[in-house]
């Protein structure tokens, strides 16, 4: 992977650390004359060389390919928040019943193979670093305008940090330097892209899927922890145990909105029983889309269904600060459409207008960051919510109130009382003014000190 850029306006400058690392697609050819240098930017310079690879491989995605594969295969979530995992032991589970407590076993034999309570319990927060190579299978267009009619591929690479579950932020740069920024910050889940300004998720925030597949073991058992049995498969030659989660009612509500309606959001796991890790990932996304209609409530016949199906692969597990961690996977992800009278997901009556399949691999992956502060995860300024004037006076008068008056500061009015002095006299205060907000990358918020004086300008 690249991580800096050279500086092509001096020949003696410092490279250029890229936010986002790219994969190693082209070596810099050595030019000894500094004629054959052009200036360009870092933005120009990665378009070049990721569309030179794309030259060579084949042809290059079009823009509606590459904003509908970030849209779905970017940063999907999983079906609904997730609480901290209890430890089985000393627990009562004779009233639970069968296939939950056989989840539960599956759970803890899966900590016990990705490193064990103590591994996990330490590890604070997560960072991952990994390229991406993202195309389109099988395309056709679609009677309503959805789905695509030409496909292509597109590589590229991504940026995970997570402190906590629903704490987390990915950043994905692919060919022709197109950027997808994502996050959460524990109270709301957001989404900033090129086509679309910043936005905030329906619902509660939730983890995203890219880490419970084999990048965060800790993550992945807090998820399936209100699993339930569901049988056994084989998968690739490995029997495994599926567990299934489905999403609670009321996150459905959540994330509903007048026009659309999530229906069921369900996702399984495949543990293998030789290894104990988690092998496949599956989830299945259904929507009920309301198409405008003259009456105020919209039929069975003015309606359409949506599915989102997402299979990923997990495996190369390798070992780092004592945690199994996924280095390698493929997901692949098919969108279909059916009527509102074939709602009940019968396969014969699916038609298949989109699918995609991505391929990753981490580069890096390490725990406990030093300096991975809260900040770290605040969404862009646009989705941070403001106090009313009022209440913003309110509370300047509470601070105000706990200040110690200077005698010096004060003079007497024509009845005695005390009376504030001219701001002349006034001493200038430190106050702390964020030098930038929202999420420029993954750095700390950067904070600066400005020297101000209470009153009028002298």
Known sequence: ???VCPNLDREDGLDTVLEVPVPE????PSSSGRGRRRRRTVKAWVRSHMDQRHRRDGAPPSRADVQLMLGVIGAPLVPQPVAARKAMAGQDIKEEPLEVVKARYIVEQYVAAAGGEPALS????MYAMGKVRMRTTKGQKARTGMGMLNGGEVAGGFVVWQKR????????????GTKMSAGSDGKVAWRQTPWQQAH?????????????????PKSTADLFSSAAWVGEKCIDGDDCFVLRVDADPSALRARSGADVEVVRHAVLGYFSQRTGLLVRLDDSHLLRIRVEG???????DECAYWETTMESSIGDYRAVDGINVAHAGRTTVSLSRFAGEDADGDASSKRTCTS???????????FNIVGLSNECFLPPRDLIPCKPKQEQRDDDCVADRGIKKDPALEGKGKNGDRVAR???????RKVLVPAATGLGWFGPAKVVAVETVDGDDQ
Not at 25 to 28: A, F, I, K, V
Not at 166 to 173: A, D, H, P, R, T
Request: hydrophobic share 45%; net charge negative; glycine share 6%.
């Open 1 to 3: 992977m690249r991580k």
């Open 25 to 28: 697609l082209h070596h810099e």
């Open 122 to 125: 330490a590890a604070k927060n």
């Open 165 to 176: 579950p629903e704490q987390w932020c990915v950043e994905m740069v692919v060919a022709g």
């Open 200 to 216: 905030a998720s329906r619902g509660p925030p939730r983890p995203l899927r890219r880490c419970v597949q084999g990048l965060d």
């Open 294 to 300: 003259d009456g105020a409530a919209a039929a069975d």
């Open 356 to 366: 995609m399949e991505e391929t990753w691999s981490i580069e890096e992956v390490d």
């Open 422 to 428: 001219p701001a002349a006299a006034a001493a200038a």
